[in-house]
């Protein structure tokens, strides 16, 4: 009965981490996609800015910029949990995609995030932090 008792509070502690977490709870090797919002100020009929992907099978990460606003998309990647976190910019304009190829340990985490920016000189310098996704959530 004990025992019992153990795995319903272990569980019960976990669903409340990944809860408190605010990242999805999936790191189960599946393909995610990350949106960052459109700049409505500039572009006011669109609704996504750019993307960023993880083609979690060979550890693609690609980052799309969807619309003419001026704007770069930036896709940022945590590799492992918080501190670990990666910065790709695609810089191009409209309708290009810039393709990292990673090399990840199978079973680690990976959570992404695509945002908005304005190129400032240093990796997070620029970056429109009210412009970006939520973190999407996966294992390599």
Do not use: Q
């Not at 272990?10 to 090797?29: E, F, N, P």
């Amino acid at each position: 009965m004990r025992l019992v008792a153990r795995s319903a509070l272990a569980g019960t502690a976990a669903l409340l981490l990944a809860l408190a977490s605010g990242t999805s709870a999936h790191a189960d090797g599946t393909d995610r996609t990350a949106y960052a919002p459109a700049d409505y100020d500039v572009t006011p009929k669109e609704y996504w800015g750019g993307k960023a992907h993880i083609k979690t099978h060979g550890e693609i990460f690609t980052i799309t910029d969807l619309v003419k606003d001026g704007h770069s998309t930036i896709g940022i990647i945590s590799i492992g949990g918080e501190g670990n976190e990666y910065y790709y910019w695609n810089r191009n304009g409209v309708g290009t995609t810039r393709t990292v190829n990673l090399s990840v340990k199978e079973g680690t985490p990976l959570s992404i995030k695509a945002c908005l920016g304005d190129w400032k000189g240093t990796v997070t310098g620029g970056i429109r932090w009210d412009k970006c996704s939520s973190w999407e959530t996966t294992g390599a």
